[in-house]
């Protein structure tokens, strides 16, 4: 008889306590409002009846809803606080049209059984179809049903009404326009011996840490009588004109511009700018046709952008140099050189980022000779010479991203 008592006492005090609360802190809507309970051994349908004169919400329990509780609680959403209480006694909670029924999990899956399927289409504006559709599978039931429509962009899912609500909110959270990146590259052969004229701060951060002031270089595995060197990555220093430089370089004929490419991709898309030539390799397949197979010897640069909340851009650089060998195989087939390398580097909007280091060495003969006189034998060497020149030149890549902002980017467009 005390302890009951003492209990209906407890819950007394603990009622007592929400309605010195404010109104709006009591009927809050989902989640809103803090509550504090202070509870031992209590009834769990009078801990319910508790939480719904506190929120406002109407709350029903299933017959299976009963045991005893402990709770001590310090200002927590009710929401959350009510589903701690139900977890540690392995009840659910489900809200459907305003009223929040309480129920085990075994009840909830089998009533969801019986509950009849609905179909709902949902356009997708910004993002793509598919790939929303990997995060929709995995919140629907054993019943659902989604399947993407590329032509549309759309979403068409079947499930119960509850998982069907969730798939909007889903929709509407993820499907929100982003900014954009136009990427401006320039793709340039240098004079080797011209690199430090350019103005080029030769250290980048690292993959651990973008602020470090440590060198990435990525290793060539080529030949070196045909290229030389290591991937080396850098930042264009403050204040350099990078096109008044390099069109004097074009004027003293020690820069060669190969490709000015240039792309607007959304942020964290990724962009493949290449510049050279593809070339037919004839081969023959297991049954003896001749099969055509067309391969890239060029300047490759893969970039992903990802912008951070302080409008810096980490970019995801992958540059690939491919080339012809002067080496032929047994068979007189062709050998293609490349080499890669991954890697990451952090710049500010508008800043460029170098990529340099495959140096390419193209050797040459000079013949001079006095006409007629080169022509006597024994004597005619006297009157003519030979001369070798070797020149080294570097492939390098400028990459500069700009961030282009949304109430800049024009109408809303859904991506391709």
């Not at 690199?195 to 990435?216: H, S």
């Not at 004839?282 to 197979?293: E, F, H, I, M, Y």
């Not at 000079?366 to 010479?385: D, E, M, S, T, W």
């Amino acid at each position: 008889m005390k302890s009951k008592y003492l209990l209906s006492l407890l819950l007394l005090c603990a009622l007592l306590h929400m309605s010195s609360l404010p109104a709006a802190a009591q009927r809050g809507g989902y989640g809103d409002g803090l509550i504090s309970m202070n509870i031992e051994g209590a009834e769990i349908r009078s801990v319910l009846r508790s939480f719904s004169e506190f929120s406002g919400m109407n709350i029903i329990a299933g017959s299976d809803v009963k045991g005893t509780v402990t709770v001590l609680l310090h200002n927590v959403p009710w929401r959350q606080a009510l589903d701690h209480v139900l977890k540690i006694n392995d009840f659910v909670a489900v809200e459907e049209q305003g009223i929040i029924r309480i129920a085990t999990l075994n009840d909830v899956q089998n009533a969801e059984k019986m509950i009849e399927l609905e179909t709902r289409v949902y356009q997708v504006n910004f993002a793509r179809s598919n790939e929303v559709k990997t995060i929709v599978d995995k919140m629907l039931t054993p019943r659902g049903m989604c399947q993407s429509d590329a032509r549309t962009n759309s979403l068409v899912v079947t499930d119960i009404p509850r998982v069907l609500n969730s798939v909007q909110f889903l929709v509407d959270t993820l499907d929100t326009q982003t900014d954009q990146v136009m990427i401006y590259a320039k793709i340039v052969e240098v004079d080797k011996r011209v690199r430090r004229e350019i103005g080029i701060n030769w250290t980048a951060g690292n993959l651990e840490n973008p602020l470090a002031t440590t060198q990435i270089q990525g290793d060539v595995t080529l030949t070196p009588a045909e290229h030389t060197g290591r991937f080396s990555f850098g930042r264009l220093q403050e204040g350099v004109n990078l096109n008044a430089v390099l069109d004097a370089l074009e004027e003293d004929e020690r820069a060669n511009i190969l490709s000015e490419p240039s792309v607007l991709i959304a942020d964290n898309a990724q962009a493949v700018i290449l510049s050279g030539k593809r070339i037919p390799i004839t081969t023959l397949d297991q049954a003896g046709n001749l099969v055509t197979t067309f391969y890239d010897v060029a300047v490759k640069l893969t970039v992903t952008p990802h912008i951070n909340p302080n409008k810096q851009i980490m970019m995801e650089l992958v540059p690939e140099v491919s080339d012809l060998s002067t080496e032929a195989t047994v068979s007189g087939g062709i050998i293609i050189l490349t080499s890669s390398v991954n890697t990451k580097l952090m710049v500010n909007n508008g800043e460029t980022a170098v990529i340099g280091g495959v140096i390419r060495s193209k050797e040459s003969t000079l013949k001079r000779q006095v006409p007629l006189l080169h022509a006597i034998p024994l004597l005619g060497n006297l009157f003519q010479y030979q001369s070798k020149n070797i020149d080294n030149t570097e492939i390098m890549i400028f990459v500069t991203p700009k961030i282009v902002p949304v109430e800049l980017a024009g109408a809303p467009q859904k991506r391709e």
